[in-house]
């Protein structure tokens, strides 16, 4: 059926036919809501909230929009209301200072205050409108992410809608009852903020300047500089301001000589054995972590890790653990080690990303 069949169909009750009509911009949709809310799980929350609020009002939808617009509308004010009720989402390294390695990963934040990573296979490439600024790819990366997370949200609804997006100023106008003006000075603002915190090269024009078969290699050096538990092999892979960070902990260890330290003092002493799985994540290189679990005679999924490069070198790895962290009298990275998987946190990266809860 056409889309003017499904929306007629749909308007007069039809649910499958309302499944057929928003299924074309689910995938869309959800990647938006991640982009606003910083979260996987939110951007779960909120679309079938989105799709709820569509079923609800598609009786008063006249096409004076197109229906991609008037969802993204919904979808928007869905985030904006969601964003209301939560505290922003960010990363460690902008939580708080980095920790002495010698006292290892310490205490996690029990708080849902972290972003997530973002399964990117389902992203198209190249530019999602005319008059968009940033790739698809480029547009779930982890420091635009995060850098979005500290923009107002109204600006960052803005500098989504019209740079990620492509839509006009009158359209963003329109879905967020602002006047043009009013979207055009909030894109300024967001212009400015973004610009201080994303780096001056997005993670795509890094990897392209690699090239596929260079990265293929430097990628697999660093995964298996792990699995030998070889520091000096990974400490030669990084920048000099290279940071590594662990959520839901706090914990994040940097420049170089503290990331070296904390890999000696902790996940790299040898008494844990690593397997790893390489993937993609926000765009970015990542590998799943597996420590060997000698009760269960298998490596189980410890961490999804998503690389961050600059040039040909490492920069930045957050380690996003799925075990159990919220035990308040746990101490020490070996603790942490043989605690158990959080369920919700494993399906959250590894299930989403294809990658086996075990080996």
């Known amino acids: ?23 074309p911009y689910e995938r869309e949709l959800h ?9 996987v799980y939110d951007a779960d929350d909120a679309l079938q909230d989105a799709e709820l609020r569509a079923w609800k009002a598609l009786k008063r939808f006249e096409g004076r929009s197109t229906l991609r617009s008037w969802l993204y509308t919904i979808a928007t004010n869905t985030c904006l209301t969601q964003i209301q009720r ?18 290892g990963p310490g205490q996690p934040i029990t708080e849902s205050v972290w972003l997530e990573p973002y399964p990117d296979t389902d992203l198209e490439d190249g530019l999602a409108g005319p008059d968009a600024r ?12 995060a850098a ?11 500098l989504i809608l019209r740079e990620v997006l492509g839509f006009s100023a009158k359209e963003v106008a329109e879905s967020l009852e602002m006047t043009v003006a009013g979207v055009n000075s909030a894109l300024q603002r967001a212009r400015a903020s973004i610009e201080e915190r994303a780096p001056e090269q997005s993670q795509a024009q890094t990897l392209r300047a690699l090239g596929d078969d260079e990265l293929e290699e430097i990628v697999k050096t660093y995964v298996d500089a792990w699995e030998r538990n070889d520091v000096d092999a990974v400490v030669a892979l990084l920048t000099e301001d290279a940071a590594i960070s662990m959520p839901p902990l706090a914990s994040w260890f940097g420049p170089r000589d503290q990331f070296e ?13 690593w397997k790893m799985r ?14 060997w679990d000698e009760t269960e005679q298998a490596y189980l999924a410890f961490a999804l890790n998503v690389l961050t490069f600059r040039g040909d070198k490492v920069a930045d790895a957050v380690a996003f653990a799925v075990k159990e962290l919220d035990e308040p009298e746990a101490e020490g990275f070996h603790r942490w080690d043989t605690a158990g998987t959080d369920e919700t946190r494993l399906r959250n990266t590894f299930a989403r990303f294809g990658l086996p809860d075990r080996i």
Do not use: W
């Not at 990647?31 to 979260?39: I, K």
């Open 1 to 23: 059926m056409t889309e003017d069949r499904l929306l007629q169909a749909a308007q007069h009750g039809d649910e499958t036919a309302f499944a057929g009509l928003v299924k």
């Open 31 to 39: 990647a938006h809501c991640y982009r606003m809310l910083g979260s």
């Open 86 to 103: 939560r505290p922003k989402r960010v990363l460690p390294i902008d939580y708080g200072p980095s920790t002495d390695p010698f006292q």
């Open 134 to 145: 940033y790739e698809q790819r480029e547009s779930v990366e982890l420091a635009f992410i």
């Open 148 to 158: 979005l997370q500290h923009l107002p949200a109204s600006q960052r609804a803005v």
């Open 261 to 273: 330290q904390f890999l000696r003092e902790h996940p790299m002493t040898g008494q844990i054995r």
């Open 278 to 291: 390489i993937t993609t994540a926000n765009g970015q290189p990542a590998f799943g972590a597996y420590a």
